[in-house]
């Protein structure tokens, strides 16, 4: 991938995750971490299923449909206390947003493709607060451009929101990559840009798509650009 210069993330669900021990202290139920990262994976494929069927759904219209399959995931099938409940984790998710908790390695990837030459970024749906959970995170250091939707004024998969992204970079949008873990999203937004679009983790996809396991296996796709190598 010798054209590629630059790679653009998706923050939530890519770089970083629900924090689970808060989700369950705002919820008042114990926290298992497995049970909650197959609660939180299988609450993302509802919602994918979603947004099919609602294709111009926004953010803030599925936050309410992921907290409350989470819970339901967990275990909470009484319908007044998982309402109950995700009132509680959404007036948490006010206060704090969840998605705070960077995943497994996240640093160490970012910092080896900055290493081999690649400039890095995020372009994510937020609520204004995306900049700050990645330092947070101690993961912006390593992110050239950060683009939330709130304050962008537009969102994925909307082009505009990627083209934004390449245009602060200065790049073509076909010298870049994005990382995303929704195809609806993430996959058919970037490409409608005219980036190349990777989709990471294992949700599946109506096609053929470029593929990362885990944001490590991006090291295998991106080797060090010739202008990084030693002389």
């Known amino acids: 991938m010798s054209d590629i210069q630059a790679i653009l993330f998706d923050a939530g669900g890519t770089l970083i995750h629900v924090d689970g021990e808060r989700f369950c202290a705002a919820a008042a139920i114990p926290f298992e971490a497995e049970r909650f990262a197959r609660a939180e994976a299988a609450a993302t494929g509802r919602v994918r299923a979603w947004i099919l069927r609602h294709p111009d759904s926004t953010d803030a219209r599925r936050l309410p449909l992921f907290l409350d399959e989470i819970l339901r995931g967990l275990g909470m099938d009484e319908p007044v206390?998982?309402?109950?409940a995700a009132r509680l984790v959404?007036?948490?998710h006010g206060h704090c947003n969840l998605w705070s908790r960077a995943v497994a390695g996240a640093g160490e990837t970012l910092g080896a493709l900055v290493a081999r030459g690649y400039r890095l970024g995020v372009v994510s749906n937020a609520d204004g607060r995306v900049r700050r959970l990645l330092e947070d995170a101690a993961l912006a250091p390593f992110l050239e451009v950060i683009l939330d939707s709130a304050e962008v004024g537009v969102e994925k998969p909307d082009p505009r929101i990627f083209l934004a992204a390449v245009d602060?970079?200065?790049?073509?949008?076909a010298c870049c990559a994005y990382v995303g873990d929704l195809y609806?999203?993430?996959?058919?937004?970037a490409r409608a840009a005219g980036l190349r679009p990777i989709l990471i983790g294992p949700d599946a996809a109506p096609e053929p798509v470029e593929r990362a396991a885990e944001l490590a296996d991006l090291l295998e796709i991106f080797p060090a650009r010739l202008s990084s190598l030693p002389s």
């Not at 602060?168 to 949008?173: I, S, T, V, Y």
């Open 184 to 189: 609806e999203i993430d996959v058919l937004g």
């Open 90 to 92: 959404a007036r948490e």
């Open 81 to 84: 206390a998982r309402e109950r």
């Open 168 to 173: 602060r970079l200065g790049l073509p949008a």
